[in-house]
């Protein structure tokens, strides 16, 4: 089944407790991306990669990290959380940046930092 | 102001009405114009989308774009209890990023 994994599905840590959540694709999709829905906010793009080793800042980058070194995976890394970094954090993927119309997320990370 | 307004709603309606969701958007420049379905806990999907202006239909949804006045619509006919979700409209300029609106919720009750 074609899909986006995304783990752990909810996650609750502390302050500054670097963590990292997992994302892969089955699709063999150039184009990924991270986003995190906030309410009154909608979806934000976090950070995108076009393809391996090429990854580019979003809308909110800040307090973020990521790493395309395989085509698949997708990580998104919090190396100090903060509370405002609370939200619920999307993967998505699509073929390749000219057909970004259509994305393909993954279920979600409901990420809690206290 | 942002880029891409939408009414979060609730916006409740009985089985069978139709349903009109609505965007409104600022950039000129946005090209690509989508709608996406979000289920409670669960990530959006892609229900349709349309390349400039103009209408699309697909079974009992049409989207419609007035590139004039920078206002899309999703219209739902016959609507159903699964019918019920967040829906997202989504725009772009070609080859770049999506920019969302931030959902209207959907109920339809039997």
């Known amino acids: 089944e074609a899909q986006v994994t995304q783990n752990p599905r909810y996650l609750i840590t502390v302050t500054g407790k670097k963590l990292t959540v997992t994302c892969s694709q089955n699709?063999?999709?150039?184009?990924m991306s991270w986003y995190r829905q906030d309410p009154g906010l909608g979806l934000r793009q976090i950070y995108y990669?076009?393809?391996?080793?090429?990854?580019d800042k979003g809308d909110v980058p800040e307090g973020y990290k990521v790493s395309r070194k395989e085509k698949r995976n997708f990580p998104l890394i919090l190396e100090s959380p903060s509370p405002n970094q609370t939200s619920l954090y999307f993967c998505?993927?699509?073929?390749?940046?000219?057909?970004?119309?259509?994305?393909?997320f993954g279920p979600g990370t409901r990420l809690t930092v206290t | 102001q942002k880029e891409v307004e939408q009414d979060p709603g609730p916006l409740s309606v009985p089985e069978g009405a139709i349903v009109s969701l609505n965007c409104t958007y600022s950039?000129?420049?946005?090209?690509?114009f989508m709608w996406y379905r979000q289920y409670s806990r669960k990530g959006p999907e892609l229900l349709m989308y349309?390349?400039?202006?103009g209408n699309k239909e697909d079974g009992r949804f049409t989207a419609q774009v007035d590139k004039s006045s920078k206002y899309i619509s999703l219209f739902i006919r016959d609507s159903q209890p699964s019918d019920s979700a967040t829906y997202l409209c989504?725009?772009?300029?070609?080859?770049?990023?999506?920019?969302f609106g931030t959902g209207t919720r959907l109920l339809v009750s039997p």
């Open positions: 998505a993927s699509s073929l390749g940046l000219s057909n970004s119309y259509e994305q393909y």
């Open positions: 699709m063999n999709h150039e184009y």
């Open positions: 990669s076009m393809n391996v080793e090429v990854t």
């Open positions: 950039n000129s420049a946005f090209q690509y």
């Open positions: 349309t390349y400039s202006s």
């Open positions: 989504a725009m772009s300029e070609g080859f770049q990023k999506l920019v």
